[in-house]
């Protein structure tokens, strides 16, 4: 007869598995992070490349490392299998044109500022699921919103004050913050879809339908002035691509491990990592502007984000509270 263990050595060693869990988690997180500003670097060393073909060496390429993931997980078979494929398509329409204005704002902003304004899309996330699905927002996160977007237009302020001015629009610094800031919007709209899609789906089936959808809608932009890439330009969209793909699957796996409200304020980790590459690569300095918006934004979105977290723990408590139906 084996002996069991004590009841504390038990409690002891779940605690240390879900603590273990849980670094598993943050770390994959910042890994995956580190993995996305690795692809924002590969596709603003590219130059100044057509959006549309941007965004496909981007998808079609993240493809091959989502497959091998997947063939080794032994579930590529299922992968693809879906009962919703419009709504596949529509997240995959409405993420490429915010994939598209992405990059085009990456390809003409300093790397640190076109990383940190990409940080309005959860701020924006809160007021479109207030619009769009009736959810109740209360005061606290209306004030976080209001806050975060204040830090936005401290980033952007530069480049907004050129608007009054006839250069604006020749001004590809002023294009890059319209088009980052229309991208965010629209990324929102996008995860608002994501959001209806993970309720019957499963994330793998999410990520290759997009991949595909991005990749057949990047092709559809071939007539309008894709350019000739040099062996340097090829080589880094297809890293880019690479990475897109392996990004995608740490990230994945970083929420596998540990709760959202745990792993995603170390999304913003990103901002830090900006300006490091961004100086050392691109010899971007960080303006005085951008530092003290993005740290606004940052607070702004770490407070919704465990605002969420408590809301989460209301609910569940309020669950567990209600006596059965009968």
């Not at 879900?18 to 596709?43: D, P, R, Y």
């Not at 997009?210 to 990047?218: I, L």
Request: charged share 10%; with cysteine.
């Amino acid at each position: 007869m084996t002996a069991r263990p004590a009841p504390d050595a038990v409690a002891a060693s779940n605690q240390a598995g879900g603590h273990n869990n849980t670094l598993t988690g943050i770390t994959l997180k910042i890994v995956s992070v580190a993995v996305f500003v690795g692809m924002s670097t590969c596709i603003k060393a590219a130059g100044t490349v057509p959006a549309g073909q941007i965004v496909f060496f981007r998808s079609f390429f993240a493809i091959f490392p989502i497959i091998t993931f997947l063939a080794f997980k032994g579930k590529l078979g299922t992968a693809f299998a879906t009962k919703r494929p419009l709504n596949h398509i529509a997240r995959g329409v409405v993420g490429v044109c915010a994939m598209g204005l992405g990059f085009f704002a990456l390809t003409r902003l300093p790397l640190p500022e076109a990383i940190t304004l990409n940080y309005a899309q959860p701020l924006l996330v809160v007021v479109f699921s207030s619009i769009f699905l009736g959810e109740a927002i209360r005061v606290y996160r209306w004030s976080a919103v209001a806050v975060g977007l204040v830090g936005v237009l401290i980033i952007s302020w530069p480049e907004l004050t050129l608007l009054s001015s006839h250069e604006a629009l020749g001004d590809q610094e002023v294009l890059g913050v319209i088009a980052a800031l229309v991208a965010a919007a629209i990324s929102a709209v996008a995860m608002l879809l994501v959001r209806n899609l993970v309720q019957s789906e499963r994330t793998a089936t999410i990520v290759l339908w997009f991949s595909v959808t991005a990749s057949v809608m990047a092709l559809l932009s071939l007539p309008f002035g894709w350019q000739a890439l040099t062996p340097l330009q090829a080589a880094l969209l297809i890293a880019a691509g690479f990475c897109g793909g392996l990004g995608q699957i740490l990230m994945t796996s970083a929420y596998r491990h540990a709760e959202a409200s745990v792993v995603a304020p170390f999304e913003y980790t990103s901002m830090i990592l900006g300006v490091i590459v961004g100086y050392l690569v691109f010899g971007d300095v960080a303006t005085l502007n951008m530092l003290v918006g993005g740290l606004i934004v940052v607070a702004a979105g770490i407070f919704i984000i465990w605002r969420e977290r408590q809301l989460g723990l209301e609910r569940t408590r309020t669950r567990k509270a209600a006596p059965p139906q009968g």
